[in-house]
T-cell receptor, first 113, second 114 residues
Framework: GQQLNQSPQSMFIQEGEDVSMNCTSS?????WLWYKQDPGEGPVLLIA?????ELTSNGRLTAQFGITRKDSFLNISASIPSDVGIYFC?????????????FGTGTLLAVQP | DGGITQSPKYLFRKEGQNVTLSCEQN?????MYWYRQDPGQGLRLIYY???????QKGDIAEGYSVSREKKESFPLTVTSAQKNPTAFYLC?????????????FGDGTRLSIL
């Protein structure tokens, strides 16, 4: 099955730094979701995007639905140690008849205190 | 509290044995899903169900089976035909199979081969 191109694969940063990650697809999507997964747990929904150009924030997190509908990015400002985890993007293809999601391969974030 | 409960947290399988992973949700969601997660990879869809007594194969259904006899329950059986079953299995649910409803996940079951 298709998977989204997510980058970077991993990031090692200092506490307080800003972080940016993105997902791209060759297909048009009508939904973009960003999840965070802590070790040994299930992914937790961070932000959901439904319109091209939409910019949504959740605390220090901001995500945008790309104008082309083929990409999305997630920014984390002023990172803290508890931001550590794997961040996944997920999307639903335009015209899809179901709520089936396609997932990115994840970005591993490590934050040095 | 409303949520998705997966059990057990850890499961060990012997060669040639079938094992069943439990997934229960009390969110009154119509749709439920099973994913497999391997290191360094995204989530891959095994099976999904839109409604009771109905389910469809996902991208990697071979060696797995499911049932949906109740709205709140969607158990996954890993059969002996699945030759590489060691993985982290995640169950998810959403309000409706159509539309833009996000999926919410349980905490997973880690399956290992003895």
């Amino acid at each position: 099955g298709q998977q989204l191109n997510q980058s970077p694969q991993s990031m090692f940063i200092q506490e307080g730094e800003d972080v940016s990650m993105n997902c791209t697809s060759s297909s048009i999507f009508n939904t973009w979701l960003w999840y965070k997964q802590d070790p040994g747990e299930g992914p937790v929904l961070l932000i959901a995007l439904y319109k091209a150009g939409e910019l949504t924030s959740n605390g220090r997190l901001t995500a945008q639905f790309g104008i082309t509908r083929k990409d999305s990015f997630l920014n984390i400002s002023a990172s803290i140690p508890s931001d550590v985890g794997i961040y996944f993007c997920a999307g639903r293809k335009y015209g899809g008849a179901t709520n089936k999601l396609i997932f990115g391969t994840g970005t591993l974030l490590a934050v040095q205190p | 509290d409303g949520g998705i409960t997966q059990s057990p947290k850890y499961l060990f399988r012997k060669e040639g044995q079938n094992v069943t992973l439990s997934c229960e949700q009390n969110l009154n969601h119509d749709a439920m899903y099973w994913y497999r997660q391997d290191p360094g990879q995204g989530l891959r869809l095994i099976y999904y169900s839109q409604i009771v007594n109905d389910f469809q194969k996902g991208d990697i259904a071979e060696g797995y089976s499911v049932s949906r006899e109740k709205k709140e329950s969607f158990p996954l059986t890993v059969t002996s035909a699945q030759k590489n079953p060691t993985a982290f299995y995640l169950c998810a649910s959403s309000r409706t199979e159509t539309g833009n409803q996000p999926q919410h996940f349980g905490d997973g079951t880690r399956l290992s081969i003895l």
